[in-house]
Structure formats: C-alpha cells, structure tokens
C-alpha cells in the first residue's frame, strides 16, 4: 500500500527485513525485476545508454569497470553496462536473483569473463573495493535504503571510484515529500530531497536527465551523475 506524500520520513524497525521479505516472493524473470512492467525496458535501456554515452563524450568517462547496485537477475548489467564496460560486479542481496544472473540469465557473460565479482548484500551494508568503478549505478534501489543509510552509501562510494569516476543514479522521483510504500518497503523521494541528500553527502550533479516514452500514471524517472564536490 502507497501513503500519501509526507515531509518527514521515519523506517519501521523491521525497514530493511520487510524489504527482503518482499523480494523473496518476486520471479527471476525480467518481468519480475519490472514488477510486471516489461513494457518498460526498451526505453528505459535506450535512455540510460544516451546518458551514458554524453558521459563518456563529454566528460571523458572511462568504461573499464562498472558495478551494479540492486542488480536482481543482471537486466541492466546485460543490456546496459555489457553494452558499454569492459567489466561488471553486481551487488544484490537476493541469493537467488544472483543465482539466476550467474547461472543462467548471465551464463555466457560470466563464462567470457565479462562479469566480475558477485556481491550478496544489500547497499547498507555494501563498500565497493578503492579504485575499482568508473560507474556505480544504481536503479531502482536506493527507495530501499533510509536516509542516513543513503547518505552513509555515498560517502563510501564516491571515496572508491576510479579517477573521474560517476555515481550514476536512476530512481523514480515523487512530486514533494516522501511516498512510502508499505508492501515492498521503500520510499519514493521528491527532486528536492534527493538533492539535499546529494548536498549532504558532498555530492555534485555534473549531468541530469528525465527518462522518456515511459506508460502514463508512473512517477517520473531521472537519472543524475554525480562525483564528489
């Protein structure tokens, strides 16, 4: 169940629990990672890759290393990240969704030795090794952190990147406040909020884009690369 907008908000003592629980009903299917919104991916790919390549265009993006933050099966790992980095590490606290990306969604990847290390952890619990990444993405799982765990993971984050490395960020962006979701247990941000969080943790905006051609009566997705200030 969705609450209404709100100004403030407060994680339920079982916050990061629920969220696993819930995930643990969802198939290993891209329609599961979707939540039954598969109509989504063509355009969703498509205006990731144009961020990306102004990325690389523009501000000299190196594409060595990538990691995959809430990564599920590997759907942006594959159709995305492959698409344009050497490497990729996923990092999803879901031992299965892992297991499907290793075994059979990823196989061939894997076994070309394109995908690299395996994180099964969640984002609150997760640093990424000093000097590895060119991009940290991260879509469509930072609704599952609290604020203070948001803030916690970009400060590690962005002290690890490569040189000129980005912390890329697509999530779904609510029109003020905070919309928390009791089901799956995540919180939709407004714009304003997202960038107080990027302010607090020393986080510049060097490109921004809003996701296109997505079904109507969805939040708006944006997309944000940041470094550090």
Known sequence: MTNPQDESFKATTTWYEDADTYWKTVPSSVDGMLGGLEVVHAPDI??????????????????????????????????????????????????????TAATTYLEEEKREGRIGDLF??????????????????????????TDDDLVAFFERCVTKLAPNGFICIKENVASRGYVVDSDDSSVTRSEAVFKKLFQKARLEIVEQQVQTDFPSGLFEVKMWALRSI
Do not use: M
């Open 46 to 99: 498509r205006d990731s890759a144009a961020f990306l390549t102004k990325l690389s265009t523009e501000h000299k993006l190196a594409t060595n290393y990538a990691c995959d933050c809430g990564a599920g099966i590997g759907r942006v790992t594959k159709h995305l990240l492959l698409q344009k980095f050497a490497t990729v590490d996923l990092v999803e606290q879901n031992a299965q969704f892992l297991e």
């Open 120 to 145: 099964p952890v969640g984002l609150q619990g997760f640093t990424p090794t000093e000097g590895r990444y060119d991009v940290i993405w991260c879509q469509w799982v930072l609704s599952h952190l």
